[in-house]
Structure formats: structure tokens, C-alpha cells
């Protein structure tokens, strides 16, 4: 509780002393037509970034699931040609994230930034913040976030055992939704018009619902990077990401000799709230069983999943890869450049909307944040029995 008001009081003194922050990057799109869903629409972004302007041409349409009924719509952008700005790295695919539940702006970029330094290897889309304006009219603060594409996640195209997939329905229990009828895996690479890789998580879903436990023993780490897997469990953990159990995801091989990975994706769902904004501190169960996935890795006595999530999470924590020290460090560092747009934000798109559970500002979120942290960490070195002497 200490460190907790030493972090808001420091947050508060940084905050009212700092008015001259830098700018961010501005993007106006400029097009004849209206941005629709669904639909990608020709368009020119007039860039405005660290003191440079250009114009790039382009598509733009909005994008999203359960957030597209908000009134402030996250976009799908795919520049003509590939470009580095806002200091990220040279793509032409991008998405910018209304982030419109998350007040405090934080979820998808601190859940990216931990799980890529929980591990080297591991994938998280790169993602800074920008201000959209869409027509003429102000759209607010965005999370600019890279599309997960073939190159990102280090596939071999030449390979024809690479693969990547869009959250695959393959680890519900029962039987799994389908977004896409003539793509039910949303197969990214290769292309499905190319060639129809299904069977591969057909065989992979049959795998884990019908094999004897010796026979899951010894071939799940034909199929699965078990390190990889352990490190986005502890993730969903620590983070109550439940929509991140059986989805929200991306599903990988980067060629015929590796195994199977996944790269995080969409992790506003998380850290004290849920994906619709309604408060969870840990008031409703993460649903992990609702995984035969996990439910097999913990069951099987000869993996020893459970030492190893123990082993995992005590590395994690003596190297202060998780802890409230790196947490509220991570909060500070990513908030306090863009707390003015925030509060910019906020009269564009007010807190007291019905769209909200509370009308929490930004300030408020930010402590809950930090409180939830607090508590996961509590929670966790008390399961995964951890001691830092």
C-alpha cells in the first residue's frame, strides 16, 4: 500500500510539473468516402510526426468485434507502401486501437511490451499512441498497434510447413465457434486460395481431445513450444485475460522444424477489468478449465506442467520481470507522455457514457490498475510458492 501511494502521489507531482510534453504523432484521414466496416475505402493519410509531414495513400476501413457497437471505432490501415513512424519499426499494415474501454490506455501495450520481455522469442504486437482525425473530425487518442503479419511472427515463406492462424477455435471443449464459414481456422499464411491448411488443426484438435496421456506425454512437444505456452499461461494468469483463454490470439510455426507458438493479441480484456468494462477484481473465475488445452498440460502427471508454471513464475520474479516495482515502473513510463491527450480524450468521449459500468476518470483507473497488480502478485507468490529471500 506504501509503494502504491508513493506511485500515485510521484504520478501526481511528475504530472503537474510536466505540461510541456512531447507531441505525438497525428493522423488525418482524408477521404471522399464515409470510413465503413467491413470495407476497405481508398483514402490518403497526412502524417504529422516529430516535426516532420507526408502523405501516404492507402485503405482504411473500421474494424473490431464487440467494440464496433462503440461509438469511437478502432481502424484497419494498410499503407501502399511499407514506412517506420512513430518509432516503431517500417510496415504497411497497422491498426489503430480505439482502446475506448480501457480509460487508462494501458492494457494492450503493458500485456505486449511483459509478454515480450518475459522472453525474447516471444511475439506481441509493437505499439506506441497517435491522435486520429478522421475527416475534418477530432477522433482522440489511439493505440497504434502492429498487424501481426507473417514477417513479424518470423515465418519462412519458402517453407511450406510455415503457418499462421488468427485465433483457431481449437482449444474449446466443446464445439467451437466459427467466425468465418469458408475459413473456420482464419488462416493467414499461406493463403487459403493458395492452399487450404486445415487439417492441420483438425489433426492438432483431435490430438488433444482423443490421445491416452502417455501418448500426450510424449508427442505434445511435437505440436507445442511447452515454454512458450507456460509463459503465456502465467500471462493470462497474472492478468485475468479471459478472453485470451480460447481466443485472441495468433497461432504459429515458423517452418517445418519448429513446433507450434503463440503470439498475443487484443489484451484490453485484463488487469481488474473485463472486455464490456465491468470491474473484475478477481470477483469472477477466469474459466482456464473452459481450455482442453490447459486442462491437458495440468492433468498430465508426467509433463509436471504445474512444477514448471511454479518454476517459471519464481524465475520471473527474481529477475523482476514481474513485480511492482517493474509494473508501476511500466505504468508510469508508458502514462505520463500521454496523460494530456487522455484528458483530451476524455471530452471527446466522456466517462459518464452508458457505454461505461463507472464513471471512473483516468486517475481512478490508474489506482486500480496498480491495485489489481498488487493483489495478482500477492495471489500468485502465495500459489506458485515464492519467497524473495
Given at each position: 500500500m506504501k509503494f502504491c501511494l508513493f506511485s500515485f502521489i510521484s504520478f501526481i507531482v511528475f504530472t503537474s510539473c510536466n505540461t510541456n510534453l512531447s507531441p505525438i504523432p497525428i493522423v488525418y484521414i482524408d477521404s471522399e468516402q464515409d470510413v465503413i466496416v467491413n470495407q476497405k475505402i481508398l483514402t490518403d493519410f497526412q502524417i504529422h510526426d516529430n516535426g516532420q509531414v507526408f502523405t501516404v495513400k492507402g485503405t482504411v476501413k473500421y474494424r473490431g468485434g464487440f467494440s464496433i457497437g462503440f461509438n469511437k471505432k478502432s481502424y484497419a490501415v494498410e499503407f501502399n507502401n511499407k514506412i517506420a513512424w512513430a518509432g516503431l519499426p517500417k510496415e504497411d499494415d497497422w491498426v489503430f486501437n480505439a482502446s475506448y474501454i480501457d480509460k487508462t490506455f494501458l492494457r494492450h501495450k503493458i500485456g505486449f511490451d511483459l509478454f515480450r520481455s518475459m522472453n525474447s522469442q516471444n511475439i506481441a504486437p509493437k505499439s506506441t499512441y497517435i491522435r486520429v482525425v478522421e475527416n475534418g473530425i477530432d477522433k482522440g487518442l489511439f493505440v497504434l498497434m502492429q498487424k501481426l503479419t507473417p514477417k513479424i511472427v518470423g515465418l519462412n515463406k519458402n517453407d511450406d510447413k510455415a503457418l499462421l492462424f488468427k485465433e483457431p477455435p481449437i482449444f474449446y471443449i466443446n464445439e467451437f465457434p466459427v467466425q468465418d464459414i469458408n475459413n473456420r481456422f482464419q488462416q493467414k499464411h499461406p493463403k487459403l486460395k493458395i492452399e487450404d491448411k486445415s487439417e492441420v488443426m483438425y489433426q492438432f484438435r483431435d490430438f488433444l481431445l482423443q490421445v491416452d496421456e502417455e501418448t500426450f506425454y510424449s508427442e505434445i512437444e511435437n505440436w507445442l513450444d511447452i515454454n512458450n505456452i507456460i509463459e503465456w499461461y502465467l500471462?493470462?494468469?497474472?492478468?485475468?485475460?479471459?478472453?485470451?483463454?480460447?481466443?485472441?490470439?495468433?497461432?504459429?510455426?515458423?517452418?517445418?522444424?519448429?513446433?507450434?507458438?503463440?503470439?498475443?493479441?487484443?489484451?484490453?480484456?485484463?488487469?481488474?477489468?473485463?472486455?464490456?468494462?465491468?470491474?473484475?477484481?478477481?470477483?469472477?473465475?477466469?474459466?482456464?478449465?473452459?481450455?482442453?488445452?490447459?486442462?491437458?498440460?495440468?492433468?498430465?502427471?508426467?509433463?509436471?506442467?504445474?512444477?514448471?508454471?511454479?518454476?517459471?513464475?519464481?524465475?520471473?520474479?527474481?529477475?523482476?520481470?514481474?513485480?511492482?516495482?517493474?509494473?508501476?515502473?511500466?505504468?508510469?513510463?508508458?502514462?505520463?507522455?500521454?496523460?494530456?491527450?487522455?484528458?483530451?480524450?476524455?471530452?471527446?468521449?466522456?466517462?459518464?457514457?452508458?457505454?461505461?459500468f463507472d464513471d471512473n476518470d483516468v486517475y481512478k483507473e490508474l489506482a486500480l490498475f496498480r491495485r489489481f497488480t498488487q493483489l495478482r502478485i500477492k495471489d500468485l507468490d502465495k500459489l506458485f510458492c515464492y519467497s524473495a529471500e
Open positions: 500471462l493470462v494468469l497474472f492478468a485475468n485475460a479471459g478472453d485470451n483463454i480460447n481466443k485472441n490470439f495468433y497461432f504459429y510455426k515458423t517452418d517445418s522444424t519448429t513446433p507450434f507458438r503463440v503470439a498475443l493479441w487484443d489484451f484490453d480484456h485484463s488487469f481488474g477489468r473485463d472486455g464490456d468494462n465491468e470491474l473484475n477484481m478477481m470477483d469472477m473465475p477466469l474459466g482456464l478449465h473452459k481450455s482442453i488445452l490447459f486442462t491437458r498440460l495440468r492433468d498430465n502427471p508426467q509433463l509436471q506442467f504445474n512444477e514448471k508454471l511454479i518454476k517459471r513464475w519464481n524465475s520471473l520474479r527474481k529477475e523482476n520481470v514481474i513485480s511492482h516495482f517493474t509494473i508501476n515502473q511500466m505504468i508510469n513510463q508508458n502514462v505520463f507522455p500521454i496523460l494530456p491527450y487522455i484528458k483530451e480524450n476524455e471530452k471527446l468521449w466522456p466517462y459518464n457514457s452508458s457505454d461505461y
